[in-house]
């Protein structure tokens, strides 16, 4: 098929299928977007008052991650470019690469919550293009109808109000989506490229799927234009989104010796360690029947801003846009942005909203909106058939528009209860974050030493508010931590106790049992001591209805884990291995599986216990599980091997393992604690003629009880004998 588009024709001709009257003058299409920009203002100061209103009459963001981006701002402006803390190492917590140099210029003379009025007016104005881009799009490849119902339903959509007064960058980046194909109709019909092109490299600027996505879209152009024969040099501006969209990976490459950045690797499903494939595969695809049923099917009335079987409508949209020749190209590309993006953020979880999906909100409207004024189209010669008399040309133009805004209509008021919902809820979200991390934020500034180190897992709010020095557990800005909130809290605290003297945190200020696993026992334990903490009522957005401050009592962790105490006291250990540090795990060739569902990727613990008489206390990181573990060790060939492991087991509790030696099945280890239930070590002697290497593969299972007794790994040993 050779790829068409007509570029002579006037820019606001129209399909004949869709319809629509056209003045002479083209005075409709300035009073339609005078009326959409209206529109946008009041919706904008709406939906910001009832924001205002929510957190008692402050300002106040509906997002923790909004005061990351203030943060890496406020940074880049005091000459710290990337660095979280001053003195860090460079680090790519924030979410867009573009936004914090966007936001920069605010800090250059506003500090505190004022920076988040820049912040909003910059969303506001990227709403509003994001609105009347739409509309010149939509008007120029559908006609005047799909254009008002586009740009009219993109102002109905609740979660995308709600986005665009985030202070996050979500908001350009749909704006700038829309910008780019509103460039790229323009360019190929003007043959003009430099507005593609820089439109094109915002998106990939702003953020990491947009680069995916734009390059895709951009090099694809290149080679339907040098298959009908029409590609110059002119054409290879449309390379700078894909190079210069490399910027951002090359900087990380170099601060952090990662190519991937530390936002993806500590948010995506796909980063957890130990998960089978077929589990996150299984994850992705709940959060797409989630996605699918709830929002596109309009299935969460209140929350979804699409009709009941809005996908429906839309599909049936994509099919007349691509029945016509004309655009056919130009909508393949929408249409492949769209599920383009939705994939990728189907790697992420589905929270505050779906927000990773809102940026392709204008795609599915674009599309619902051709499909209705199709139906239209359609419907209105068959009920002129009925008629004894053939109405005049001029009645038909009027039946039309009242048809179609009866259809309209008809789509609008079943979307006000979410248009209506977002605005409340976007009260609700800011109460959230203002009575639970500025409150607190507030709380730790007066009652906790300026020179405090505080582990956090919202790292928002508490750095930019307090000022104090945080460590990130969830791994976004404090880059030791990358992906261990994933693999639990004995994975955190590895890390976190391996930090120089002045980081190393004296606090954790964490959502329990929600950011981090296992935090009771360690609070029984006495590792963690509860200081204050704060709770929300019914909360929408925050990980959870209470953050509470711990102070962290290192004299707990004084002894050394690394040698044993009880069994080789003093002899040099072939090897080692940490069950619960991912470093040491990883150049262990450790691999871990449950046989429980629910355990399938045990999360790590953190345990604190005395020697017994020793009255040594030692805390130690390890993995409960209730199936197998597997792990590479040193080895010399011929010789016996002796594997030793710390233990706590109970008071006179039992347990056995099933020892497997490079696949082969070598015998039972049975333990007993006949003592207290402090720290032990146990011993088993694999017999020399398993051990036919320097490398030997080792693999520990358990009995499988379903309710029944898990076993739990903290560290081995291995001597050759």
Avoid at 500 to 521: M, S, T, W
Wanted: aromatic share 12%; charged share 15%.
């Amino acid at each position: 098929m050779t790829a068409h588009l007509d570029l002579a024709r006037s820019q606001h001709a129209v399909e004949p299928e869709v319809g629509a009257e056209v003045d002479s003058d083209n005075s409709f299409e300035r009073r339609d977007m005078l009326w959409l920009a209206a529109a946008t203002l009041v919706v904008t100061v709406v939906t910001f008052l009832f924001g205002i209103w929510g957190s008692g009459g402050h300002l106040a963001p509906p997002l923790d991650d909004t005061f990351i981006h203030f943060q890496y701002a406020r940074q880049l402006a005091n000459g710290h470019p990337f660095q979280y803390n001053t003195g860090d190492a460079l680090s790519s917590g924030d979410s867009s690469f573009l936004f914090p140099f966007l936001l920069a210029p605010a800090f250059a003379f506003l500090d505190g919550l004022k920076p988040l009025l820049y912040a909003d007016l910059l969303n506001f104005v990227a709403h509003l293009a994001a609105v009347l881009l739409l509309y010149k799009l939509a008007l120029q490849v559908a006609g005047r109808p799909v254009a008002l119902f586009s740009a009219g339903f993109l102002l109905l959509d609740g979660r995308l109000n709600w986005t665009f007064l985030t202070g996050m960058e979500t908001g350009a980046y749909t704006a700038a989506l829309v910008a780019f194909f509103w460039a790229w109709l323009h360019g190929m019909r003007l043959g003009r490229f430099g507005w593609l092109a820089a439109t094109g490299v915002l998106t990939a600027l702003l953020r990491p799927e947009g680069h995916i996505l734009i390059s895709v879209v951009c090099l694809a152009t290149i080679g339907w234009l040098w298959r009908s024969r029409r590609l110059s040099m002119r054409h290879m501006l449309l390379l700078a989104p894909v190079v210069v969209g490399l910027l951002p990976y090359a900087v990380n490459l170099a601060a952090t010796g990662y190519w991937q950045f530390n936002t993806a690797a500590s948010k995506s499903i796909w980063y957890i360690p130990y998960m089978p494939l077929q589990e996150k595969l299984s994850l992705s695809t709940g959060y797409f029947m989630l996605i699918m049923k709830d929002v596109y099917l309009g299935m969460e009335v209140g929350r979804s801003p699409f009709p009941l079987l809005g996908i429906v409508l839309a599909a049936l949209g994509v099919g007349v846009a691509l029945a016509k020749t004309r655009y056919r190209f130009l909508h393949s590309l929408i249409i492949f942005t769209f599920t383009g993006g939705v994939g990728l953020a189907l790697l992420l979880p589905p929270t505050h909203f779906y927000r990773y999906y809102h940026p392709y909100d204008w795609i599915v409207w674009l599309y619902i909106s051709t499909g209705v004024a199709a139906l239209v189209n359609f419907a209105l010669p068959i009920v002129y058939a009925q008629r004894e008399r053939p109405l005049a040309q001029e009645l038909k133009l009027k039946v039309r528009k009242r048809a179609l805004v009866v259809a309209a209509i008809a789509l609008a008021i079943p979307s006000l209860p979410q248009f209506i919902g977002f605005i409340f809820a976007f009260g609700d979200s800011t109460r959230d974050i203002y009575y639970q991390q500025m409150a607190f934020s507030q709380w730790l500034t007066s009652n906790i030493p300026p020179d405090a180190s505080i582990a956090v897992n919202d790292v928002g709010a508490h750095k930019y508010l307090t000022k104090r020095y945080t460590v990130d557990v969830v791994g976004l800005t404090t880059n030791s931590l990358r992906g261990a909130a994933f693999s639990g809290w004995g994975t955190i605290y590895d890390a976190i106790s391996r930090l120089p003297g002045k980081e190393r945190p004296d606090y954790l200020l964490i959502h329990p049992d929600i950011a981090v696993n296992n935090v009771n026992e360690s609070v029984s334990q006495q590792f963690l001591t509860p200081l204050y903490s704060v709770t929300v009522r019914n909360p929408i957005i925050t990980a959870g209805p209470t953050e509470e401050l711990y102070k962290i009592n290192w004299d707990y962790a004084l002894a050394d884990p690394s040698p044993t105490y009880l069994l080789h006291v003093g002899e040099k250990p072939l090897d080692t291995l940490n069950v619960g540090d991912l470093i040491d795990e990883g150049q262990h060739s450790y691999k871990i599986a449950a046989e429980q569902p629910s355990l399938s990727e045990p999360k790590s613990i953190v345990t604190t216990s005395s020697y017994g008489k020793k009255q040594l206390a030692l805390t130690e990181s390890g993995r409960i599980h209730t199936g197998w573990e597997e792990f590479t060790v040193k080895s010399v060939q011929g010789k016996s091997l002796a594997l030793v492991s710390r233990a706590r087991l109970s008071s006179n509790a039992s347990q056995s393992l099933a020892v497997s030696v490079n696949g082969k099945q070598v015998g039972a280890w049975t333990t007993q604690n006949v003592g207290d239930a402090s720290w032990q070590e146990y011993e088993y002697i694999i017999p020399a003629q398993f051990i036919t290497g320097d490398l030997t593969t080792l693999r520990l299972t358990t009995g499988f009880d379903p309710g029944g007794a898990t076993s739990t790994s903290y560290r081995y040993w291995v001597y050759a004998r």
